[in-house]
């Protein structure tokens, strides 16, 4: 049976919200009542529960089965933390009550920025951005008004991003009018301080870098790196994307980093949902700690306030990133994982995800092409297509073989720097068991490759609610909502 | 620990497998002086029940909204969100994806997304919707840069009306990417002259209907002026629940319509997570930014959907896209679009009404209060009060008697001289005792 | 890919609770502690996670599609009910509190049985009941102590119960010692009053009828029925099971009813849960209202008391029947439901759920046979397999062919009374499109039967998570546990 | 109304469809004087805004065991259950399925039973367990029947250390089947002689451990002695975390097992729902009462279960069958297995130390109270306590002071001489700080 869109069996006057009809007021509307009608399919209850639950169906989910998407860290999502986000004392409070009436909330924001400034060695955090790439958003426009501050606007407007960056770090610097200049990766898919020496100048605002990088390895000169750019009057942006393979091992303000963003949904465990919401405090050096965006927390005697609005006094010249104090409902679930954890669980967990991936890539490196060798890699294992050269079978084929096995795929085709990229993250959440089945599966497979089985792959997915969908058709005639289909002429009877 | 699947014994075969003895061989490339030799300075592992302890006592330090009479808007509402909606969002399938990178299994997900599009598009009367921002106020930044892009043209001009969060975020935005904002004086009673400020150079207005003050704006007379100029009319809305009561901002002439969504399906939760809407003429498709979801058919012929229009975005133009954003507000649409789908027309254009008649009710009870002045000529759901003293002072003071009486204007806008004005909202939530204990604590407090 | 049963890949040293180990105490077991191993495995919380959501995959609910299961009544389960149950204050509440502490839970309580003694016209209630087979149990047991109470246990010891009646009703019956004597039903499927009398006399303890009678059909001549047995001096008992078609429209008080029991998970809409918790309260006739069981509550001068003990002075010789006071979690969700719809809603549900039955049988008459002719049913609708015969294609093959089209089967060779029965109960909670989709499906199979298309029944389902399963050997080879495999040597490597 | 989905428009073509005019021609069978001619004198639909308000407002009203320190026991306990327990137990697939007759679709129930059964089984050292009874008292009452069965003696003895609910169970049952119950007085300290009461003419002695005293009872003599002379002996229990940490009575000769399983997975919810756990000897497994998941094959040879042995109940056998039972308490035997799959052995093991430590701080706190004395030699997390003044009286002035201390024993036993009795139970949500208030509110009421 196929699920029908909501338009297609919903009708505008069926409800599933039951309200009285209120008495009749003289309106207050002036003249700007709505004539038209609005179209709204409306469904009962149980229409309602039935759609959604056979939509859900369609899905894949951590829930259900691996989801070894590198670079995206699909670990387990605690209920506890659905639990304690939907706690009336932290999900029905609004934004704007008066100070008194939130002194827990204020606490819980305050208690979360103390983790994320403890684990990172930084001095300083801002809660407020909604996801990674807002959380990119705020640290470099902390770096654009640091410069601003030195008076350095009109010359120092480079940022150095390495080709294996997420696209997003040199979307935020386009975004806010720096420009992008592009750092080549050595062979072994780390970046080299002397390249980055060579970029550097008065001219840099910044380096943006991803570390562990997006290749799954950490950028063993970091440091050195660091040094380089600060040595040229730059700052150094980490996007701390994958800041979960190190969490209790290392400290990025140690590192040299002068602002990262963390991706709450990632490391913390906060739930995907599907593409959202995310969650992307950024923590700050001392040396960027005072162009923070605002609100922030502040505890003067005990009490906790909201400070929303920059004192005329105040360094900052950085608003607002968004309407209120952040993703609230998120702040929530991660200080339950953290508190779950507890600093040595933490540990672990960065440990295992270590582990798990490092496992992976030795069980597969005898099949599989490794593009930087078969050496230690952090949470993450990346393969190129070298091995598939010839088969007949692409990256993308492999991906949606992967499918027919009840498996969802790794990432593909990212990062650009490698051909035909496949990374894989099982993340900490994986048990032995399952990665040995997920292992023997995709073995299986390449034996498949190897003995000619081409259509397997080239015909996948056979046994997904749908078979290979049309992406390009989808682009050429863009459909973006359903419309009324036109009224046929009735047969005369 | 709970949820870390390895056995020390697991994690010993592993390691063999792997060929190291330890586990920190494979942390090697972290230079060793940078390798924490102890744990974090933090508290250790805690069992679920003490974490319910440790949370559960900071949540009740807090006032819920649903406690106490409750009269708080200013871009967020609190309105009743049904069990179906928190039951259905909550589905692994739906809270554990992933953005549907793989189509052929993410179905669910697409499929209401294009729901989600098409509702957005009706309700604001517009083409095209996206499948949502992080919410209304970066929405809004966003139909700014957009217009910018449509237009080539760099300025963009506020109304006084537009809620002061959102207009010190397109102003953060526009000044980062060196843009002009042209941000107009606070506009209490909705009499400023926006027409004045439309010229050729301009390539948006942005307009807010409902205002931040509760008022009703016909945007006809501003969409023509700045359609003769080239410009396009950006309209922005926080109260979602007025689409059902009030003309679409669509039929009114807008060209990019941005707004709140949270008051439909969402918690308030101190701010978040919430649901940006965003929609705008076909024409403008390939500038808009956002994820997209489209209908195609798969290799059987099936009807199918995919994120499409990527072109767009960051992982392929990268420094060229146009908009940094890679997330959406994924689980937020979904309890969007239930809850829409629940109300359905008929649902929806009730729940208007009775917000509205909850406000006229409450309005005229409070203008009977001595001292007390309501501002507004129009309003949906929320309007201005001038009060006989500081608001901030009244609001604290109504607190200490259990009711949370609304928004100090001061708070939004210190030093604007608009102390004494307080915004109150009133919705479904609110009853006749409710209005009742209002007006009580209010003449107490005076 | 295959789930494993949790003795097959959790291991007893994997935890999926987190706690502290106790400092050590002086133990007071006295020398009672537990010396071997008890076998348990346990699975990290993500694994548990996965492995109950898989196995959720596997099953089939009213949320997923229509379940036409007659006399099972699986209408829409409302979340709001779910949410209530939780509500700390009724799910967090010990029974043996003191009442002071309780008063909103006996509240409750008392509200619910108002509402089913209005809803049925009877003057008494007991909750305690655990389901509709223990509800019998009450019921009976009330006349059992009745006809004691009357000096005639000796004597008056024979149930009448029809043919078409539940299992529960004659395993009841002798349960506490009744001898069960069977009434046969007249050709149009109901009971005759003659049949009645003939059987009725000075022997008779009580009549055990359902009504609507598990054909679907209204026993007519009810109040006749309740006469002869009242003039034999027994009583009446109804099986409430499918009060849900008169809720609104009739009430059983004023049929002539004695006793009778409400599934509050049929008619009232508390989950099936996969088969239960049910929740069964009896309601009673004044002739048995003092021979309910223990517990029931009280309001004295605004204030609620629970009567857990018989007074010496009392009537009632019939003690305990469960431990506490029955299903509150079931008494929330039922009084949510019928708070939600309120007696208008109550009434048109039932007037639904007959439409809905009668539109099904409408559309469906032609093709398929109805015993009793094309008259109008109650909630329910019964086919017989007469327009199977000579097809090679049975009753159970058709219902496994509906699996293959996405469809839960009706409910089948229930009652007994007709040859290969299936009996089809939409509920209120399906729209005309559900049952459109529905009809044109069995149309649709009842045609393929037609064109002798055998194999895709016989065979059926193809489409399921398994094909036909052997329930002979089930039962033959009974496997009701896992146990250990046995070790097999390791070969020589 | 949402949950109705037709409309008038619906009814109408169908009706016409039917080929009647208006729905009541089609309750025609229901004698015309007998029809309704209004609604019942009941309230009219309210929203579920309301519905939660009025439920809310009688929620509110009860003292709810996490809000305060909680000690009661006797029979029910307060367990902190994971919040995995019921996200899983909440997904439609489990929660909106029926009885698993059609096991092809109903894999995911069948299975869980199975293991479900399995775990039973091994917890109470017994070769087979069912797939649930109503609760812990129906369980004991369905064990007596069984042994009936099984030995052909209609006359079960009942240790004095029984809980009195499921005493009375016990009793009203048999007195209704025509059985013998010989119930021992109350036994305190468990001193009573059972094997005294022991002769050919007895299908079972049933014995409880931990007793509702809190004792623990060795089961070995009286197994030996009811064996001797062809009787059964039928353990119960009413806390199952205590299987944790004592020996099971399979271990001590038991040969049917009921018991209550709340305490794993599942909340107080005021007396029910609950689950009642039943196991026993292989070779009694056709006379066992409820419902059983069995392995088998489908038609391509692949493992499946279905519900199996079914001649044994009433939908065959009817007034023959074993029992009239045909619900189980499916949901709550999920509940039970997943928090069991959670704990697993080390965890279950931990928790009974937890509970057990928790008992003895307790019990040594307590037995500090001047005029307070702990009856209890041994006990697992229950034990009783002799006051020197009525119980029940206690019990209310300390609820007055905010502490649930437990069940006065005359509330289970009133007239037998015990009024100064109470029963106390610890559990591993009790803290140090929740034991200090008890003795501090004790110390104060006495």
């Given at each position: ?18 309200l ?59 209920r ?23 002194q827990?909330?204020?606490a ?8 994320l400034?403890?684990?990172?060695g930084m ?14 958003l ?31 770090n040199?979307?935020?610097a ?6 992008v ?24 605002a ?11 390895l ?23 994307a994958?800041?979960n393979?190190?969490?209790?091992k ?21 739930p ?18 005072a ?6 927390v ?13 004192a ?7 608003g ?47 099949l ?7 050496r ?11 091995w598939?050269?010839?088969t007949?079978v692409?990256?993308l ?22 051909h ?13 068991a399952?990665?040995?089945l ?5 073995r ?8 000619g ?41 | 620990?709970?949820?870390l ?43 679920e029940?003490?974490v ?16 106490v009479?409750f ?11 049904p ?7 909550q ?15 993410a ?21 095209v ?28 001009v ?79 809305f ?5 689409l059902?009561?009030?003309e679409?901002?669509?039929?009114m ?6 707004g ?5 399906g969402?918690?308030?939760s101190?701010?978040g997570?919430?649901?940006g ?8 498709v390939?500038?808009m ?8 058919v ?27 954003i890679?997330?959406?507000?994924g ?14 027309e ?14 006229v ?6 203008a009977a ?15 201005t ?33 608009l102390?004494?004005?307080?915004l ?13 204990a ?7 407090v005076?």
């Amino acid at each position: 049976q196929e699920e029908p869109l909501i338009f297609e069996f919903g009708r505008t006057d069926v409800i599933g919200v039951d309200l009285d009809e209120p008495a009749p007021v003289a309106d207050r509307l002036g003249g700007l009542k709505r004539k038209d009608t609005i179209g709204l399919p409306g469904l009962s209850e149980p229409e309602a529960m039935r759609h959604y639950v056979r939509l859900s169906q369609k899905n894949y989910g951590i829930d259900t089965g691996l989801f070894p998407l590198g670079s995206c860290t699909m670990k387990h999502n605690p209920r506890l933390n659905e639990r304690m986000a939907r706690l009336p004392g932290f999900a029905d409070i609004h934004p704007l009550q008066p100070a008194s009436t939130v002194q827990g909330a204020l606490a819980l924001m305050d208690e979360l920025a103390h983790w994320l400034k403890e684990l990172t060695g930084m001095p300083a955090v801002t809660l407020s951005p909604k996801a990674g790439a807002h959380g990119e958003l705020a640290g470099m426009a902390a770096i654009k008004a640091a410069i601003a501050a030195r008076g350095e606007t009109a010359t120092r407007n480079v940022v150095l991003v390495p080709d294996s960056a997420h696209g997003t770090n040199p979307a935020t610097a386009a975004l806010i009018g720096f420009t992008v200049k592009a750092v080549p990766a050595r062979e072994d898919g780390t970046v080299d301080p002397a390249e980055v020496a060579k970029l550097a100048g008065p001219d840099t605002a910044a380096i943006m870098l991803t570390n562990p990088n997006t290749c799954g390895l950490f950028e063993r000169d970091v440091v050195e790196i660091a040094r380089v750019i600060h040595e040229a009057g730059g700052y150094f942006y980490c996007d701390g994307a994958n800041f979960n393979a190190i969490v209790g091992k290392a400290r990025p303000g140690d590192l040299g980093v002068d602002a990262m963003h963390i991706n709450l949904h990632k490391t913390f465990s906060t739930p995907h949902g599907g593409g959202g919401p995310g969650a992307g405090p950024v923590v700050l050096s001392d040396r960027l700690a005072a162009f923070a965006p605002l609100p922030y927390v502040r505890l003067d005697d005990g009490r906790f306030s909201l400070v929303e609005h920059a004192a005329v006094s105040d360094q900052s010249p950085l608003g607002r990133l968004t309407a209120f104090h952040g993703q609230m409902g998120m702040f929530v679930r991660a200080l339950a994982f953290m508190l779950s954890h507890g600093a040595d669980g933490l540990k672990q967990a960065s440990e295992d995800a270590v582990l798990n991936a490092n496992y992976v890539r030795a069980c597969l490196a005898d099949l599989m092409s490794l593009p930087f060798g078969n050496r230690a890699c952090m949470h993450e294992v990346l393969f190129d297509d070298a091995w598939l050269k010839g088969t007949g079978v692409t990256t993308l084929d492999f991906a949606k073989a992967m499918i027919d096995e009840g498996y969802h795929p790794m990432t593909v085709y990212f990062p650009l720097v490698v051909h035909g990229a496949m990374l894989i993250e099982p993340t900490e959440s994986e048990s032995k068991a399952s990665l040995d089945l997920f292992i023997a599966t995709l073995r299986d497979l390449a034996f498949a490759v190897r003995d000619g089985d081409t259509a397997r792959f080239t015909g996948a997915p056979y046994h997904a609610p749908r078979r290979r969908l049309d992406e390009t058709r989808a682009a050429r005639q863009p459909v973006l909502r359903w419309t009324a289909p036109a009224p046929v002429a009735e047969a005369a009877e | 620990m709970r949820y870390l699947p390895l056995t020390d014994a697991d994690r010993r075969e592993m390691l063999a497998r792997i060929g190291v003895a330890t586990v920190d061989e494979l942390f090697t490339d972290i230079p060793e002086r940078m390798r924490m030799a102890a744990p974090a300075d933090l508290p250790r592992a805690k069992g679920e029940m003490e974490v319910e302890r440790h949370l559960g006592a900071m949540a009740a330090r807090n006032v819920s909204a649903s406690s106490v009479p409750f009269f708080i808007g200013a871009g967020a509402y609190k309105h009743h969100v049904p069990a179906t909606v928190d039951h259905l969002i909550q589905r692994s399938e739906f809270l554990t994806s992933y953005t549907p990178y793989q189509p052929e299994i993410a179905q669910g997900t697409l499929q209401y997304l294009f729901e989600f599009q098409t509702q957005v598009a009706m309700l604001t009367g517009m083409e095209v919707a996206n499948a949502s921002m992080y919410d209304g106020s970066t929405a809004a930044a966003e139909a700014v840069l957009m217009a910018h892009r449509v237009t080539r043209r760099r300025k963009a001009v506020l109304s006084g009306g537009i809620h002061p969060h959102y207009a010190e975020v397109m102003t953060t935005l526009s000044d980062l990417a060196g843009d002009e904002v042209v941000r107009l004086p606070p506009d209490v009673t909705a009499t400023e002259d926006l027409l004045a400020a439309i010229d050729d150079s301009v390539s948006c207005v942005v307009v807010q209907t409902p205002d931040v003050f509760g008022n009703l704006r016909d945007l006809r007379a501003v969409a023509d002026k700045a359609h003769a100029h080239g410009a396009l009319l950006v309209a922005v809305f926080t109260e979602a629940v007025s689409l059902g009561l009030v003309e679409a901002p669509g039929a009114m002439g807008a060209d990019i319509v941005a707004g709140e969504g949270q008051s439909i399906g969402n918690a308030l939760s101190f701010g978040g997570p919430y649901v940006g809407l965003f929609a705008t003429r076909q024409k403008f498709v390939r500038q808009m930014p956002g994820r997209l979801a489209g209908e195609t058919v798969d290799a059987d012929g099936r009807r199918g959907f995919v994120l499409t229009l990527s072109t767009r975005e960051q992982h392929i133009r990268r420094d060229k896209a146009t908009s940094n954003i890679c997330t959406n507000s994924g689980l937020c649409c979904l309890a969007f679009t239930i809850h829409m789908s629940l109300l359905g027309e008929s649902g929806l254009t009730r729940l208007a009404r009775v917000n509205h008649a909850n406000a006229v009710k409450l309005a005229e009870a409070l203008a009977a209060v001595p001292g007390v002045k309501v501002l507004n000529e129009t309003f949906f759901n929320e309007f201005t009060l001038r009060l006989p003293k500081p608001a901030a002072a009244v609001v604290e003071a109504m607190a200490d008697h259990h009711v949370l009486a609304g928004v100090p204007v001061p708070r939004l806008l210190p030093g604007a001289g608009l102390d004494d004005l307080l915004l109150v909202a009133s919705t479904e939530v609110n009853t006749d005792a409710d209005r009742a204990a209002f007006v009580a604590a209010l003449t107490e407090v005076l």
